[in-house]
T-cell receptor
Framework: KQEVTQIPAALSVPEGENLVLNCSFT??????LQWFRQDPGKGLTSLLL?????REQTSGRLNASLDKSSGRSTLYIAASQPGDSATYLC??????????FGKGITLSVRP | ETGVTQSPTHLIKTRGQQVTLRCSSQ?????VSWYQQALGQGPQFIFQ???????GRGNFPPRFSGLQFPNYSSELNVNALELDDSALYLC??????????????FGPGTRLLVL
């Protein structure tokens, strides 16, 4: 059974700091890994999708990496801003097309 | 291009009642998945519909059922509501015709409270 872990559960950083969010998964037989952002009480916004054959993806200030063999992914956020405050979830997709999510990391960026 | 929409946005029910939640998939998407997100948890997969047929189910009891219509919109039905069914219910659509590697696009969710 696939399990996805995100540690720590919460993070508080000052504005401008570069930061790394970690995600680990137990079964390396994945098709892709997706990072999402969730604002309080809202739905999920897809940030980056990394297919299993890729090592990383970049979008603006965000960079996500994937190491399938070690079961790890990181989301790097450059020059953090208060508007980046949200919960960040990673999810892996396997052969049955379902997403398995971690519990998320709640990020607070202090002005 | 219209995104994924869900209705209603909020709902309050009492234990034992039945509820129907609705989802309209993004234009061009033929696959809809439903997820349950309890407070402080990641979303949990309920089931997926592809071209009107169930295509995978998570660890949820039979009182959770669904439908997909010819226009690819979908319903989630929950019978005999329990207090633990209180959660945010999320719908996601994707163009599965291109394989499982596609991004899933999520709607804003329906917040269900069972009293």
């Amino acid at each position: 059974k696939q399990e996805v872990t995100q540690i720590p559960a919460a993070l508080s950083v000052p504005e401008g700091e570069n930061l790394v969010l970690n995600c680990s998964f137990t079964d390396s037989a994945i098709y892709n890994l997706q990072w999402f952002r969730q604002d309080p009480g809202k739905g999920l916004t897809s940030l980056l999708l990394i297919q299993s054959s890729q090592r990383e993806q970049t979008s603006g200030r965000l960079n996500a990496s994937l190491d399938k063999s070690s079961g790890r992914s990181t989301l790097y956020i450059a020059a953090s801003q208060p508007g980046d405050s949200a919960t960040y979830l990673c999810a892996v997709i396997g052969a049955n097309s379902k997403l398995t999510f971690g519990k998320g990391i709640t990020l607070s960026v202090r002005p | 291009e219209t995104g994924v929409t869900q209705s209603p946005t909020h709902l309050i029910k009492t234990r034992g009642q039945q509820v129907t939640l609705r989802c309209s998939s993004q234009s061009g998407h033929n696959t809809v998945s439903w997820y349950q997100q309890a407070l402080g948890q990641g979303p949990q997969f309920i089931f997926q519909y592809y071209r009107e047929e169930e295509n995978g189910r998570g660890n949820f009891p039979p009182r959770f059922s669904g439908l997909q219509f010819p226009n690819y919109s979908s319903e989630l039905n929950v019978n005999a509501l329990e207090l633990d069914d209180s959660a945010l219910y999320l719908c996601a659509s994707s163009p599965r015709g291109r394989g499982v590697r596609e991004t899933q696009y999520f709607g804003p969710g329906t917040r269900l409270l069972v009293l």
